[in-house]
């Protein structure tokens, strides 16, 4: 893959739910290719890092910048350059994974949809498995597709929240090589707590504070 170069920026970036402090301040620059995991106990604003740089939510203080080949990409069109995997995205169980798939390729206007979707659920070993509804998936399969719906359109950034979860050692190895593949060009943010996922990255982002299990 030829991705365009992107780069993240946080200026003293925080978030609060109510009363309670879900993101402590923290600042950032890293230019890809490559990998940055963001780290933290549990409660420490991983997941909430992440959606605040995908355009999902908006920051009480501080400003985020995301820049692709040396263009600002507004918070509203992140979506576009940018893949996101959480264990929050679902998918419409009465469907296959192909069906899903295909409606999220047509969804986003993409050129060649049945080239985007093959591709996908090849990256993410799902292609046996293509014409399964996805009721009958195992949550370690879901997990894969939540995976491929990442990289559907082939976005210069790569956005993972916890890609591990539910995964099992096959599934763990397909994390590895889709990381790998797409660091090559482009850049991936994994956030996460495991040391194998942690050994993946180049840079580090910690983030501290007691998050919201206790009061602000």
Same mark, same amino acid.
Do not use: W
């Given at each position: 893959?030829?991705?365009?170069?992107?780069? $993240?920026?946080? &200026?003293?970036?925080? &978030?609060?739910?109510?009363?309670?402090?879900?993101?402590?301040?923290?600042?950032?620059?890293?230019?890809?290719? @490559?990998?940055?995991?963001?780290?933290?106990?549990?409660?420490?604003?991983?997941?909430?890092? $992440?959606?605040?740089?995908? @355009?999902?939510?908006? %920051?009480?203080?501080?400003?985020?910048?995301?820049?692709?080949? +040396?263009?600002?990409?507004? %918070?509203?069109? !992140? !979506?576009?350059? $940018? @893949?996101?995997?959480? #264990?929050?995205?679902?998918?419409? =169980?009465?469907?296959?994974?192909? =069906?899903?798939?295909?409606?999220?390729?047509?969804?986003?206007? $993409?050129?060649?949809?049945?080239?985007?979707?093959?591709?996908?659920?090849?990256?993410?070993?799902?292609?046996?498995?293509?014409?399964?509804?996805?009721?009958?998936?195992?949550?370690?399969?879901?997990? !894969?597709?939540?995976?491929?719906?990442?990289?559907? &359109?082939?976005? #210069?950034?790569?956005?993972?929240?916890?890609? +591990?979860? &539910?995964?099992?050692? =096959?599934?763990?190895?397909?994390?590895? !090589?889709?990381?790998?593949?797409?660091?090559?060009?482009?850049?991936?943010?994994?956030?996460?707590?495991? %040391?194998? =996922?942690?050994?993946?990255?180049?840079?580090?982002i910690e983030l501290s504070g007691r998050g919201l299990d206790h009061p602000a």
């Amino acid at each position: 893959m030829n991705a365009p170069a992107a780069r $993240l920026l946080g &200026h003293d970036v925080s &978030h609060r739910y109510g009363p309670r402090t879900a993101l402590r301040p923290v600042s950032f620059d890293f230019t890809g290719p @490559g990998v940055v995991a963001v780290t933290g106990e549990n409660g420490s604003g991983k997941s909430t890092l $992440l959606r605040i740089l995908a @355009g999902l939510l908006r %920051p009480a203080r501080g400003s985020t910048r995301v820049e692709v080949g +040396g263009t600002e990409v507004a %918070p509203r069109s !992140r !979506r576009v350059v $940018l @893949g996101l995997a959480t #264990p929050e995205l679902a998918f419409y =169980e009465e469907f296959t994974a192909l =069906e899903n798939l295909q409606f999220a390729a047509e969804a986003r206007c $993409l050129p060649n949809v049945q080239a985007a979707v093959q591709d996908a659920l090849a990256r993410t070993g799902l292609t046996s498995r293509a014409t399964d509804r996805v009721a009958a998936y195992s949550s370690g399969m879901k997990q !894969r597709l939540r995976l491929a719906f990442a990289v559907l &359109h082939g976005p #210069p950034i790569l956005m993972l929240d916890e890609p +591990g979860s &539910h995964l099992d050692e =096959e599934g763990r190895a397909v994390v590895e !090589r889709l990381v790998l593949q797409h660091a090559a060009a482009g850049l991936v943010v994994i956030a996460t707590n495991d %040391p194998r =996922e942690m050994q993946l990255a180049r840079i580090r982002i910690e983030l501290s504070g007691r998050g919201l299990d206790h009061p602000a």
